[in-house]
């Protein structure tokens, strides 16, 4: 069973920085595109950023320049380091994997930007 684990989210003024991570098991993680989605109150879930198996990344516009993802192959954990944080950043950010069965979910971990 695919099992993902977020961690590291929290409360953080504006401006400021966190670093997540998300621990998987049940897959052969290097072989897998990551995922990082985030749903904000009152809006549908969306993609923030991919990292390949290969290291190949996307970013969504809004955080390019502000969030860098990376994954350790050897530990099968996914990071998300985000940098100069805004309000709107506020959101529960869910690691994801499709697999050929069907897309899983972490539980996610809530960051709220606020000062």
């Known amino acids: 069973q695919v099992h993902l684990v977020e961690s590291g989210g929290g409360l953080v003024q504006p401006g400021g920085s966190l670093r997540l991570s998300c621990k998987a098991s049940g897959i052969n993680f290097r072989l897998f595109r990551m995922d990082w989605y985030r749903q904000a109150p009152g809006k549908e879930r969306e993609l923030v950023t991919s990292i390949t198996s290969d290291h190949n990344t996307v970013l969504a516009d809004s955080v390019k320049g502000r969030f860098t993802v990376s994954r350790d192959n050897i530990r099968r954990t996914l990071s998300l380091q985000m940098n100069s944080l805004k309000p709107e950043d506020t959101a529960v950010y869910y690691c994801?994997?499709?697999?050929?069965?069907?897309?899983?979910w972490g539980r996610g971990t809530q960051v709220t930007v606020s000062s």
């Open positions: 994801s994997v499709e697999t050929s069965a069907r897309r899983f």
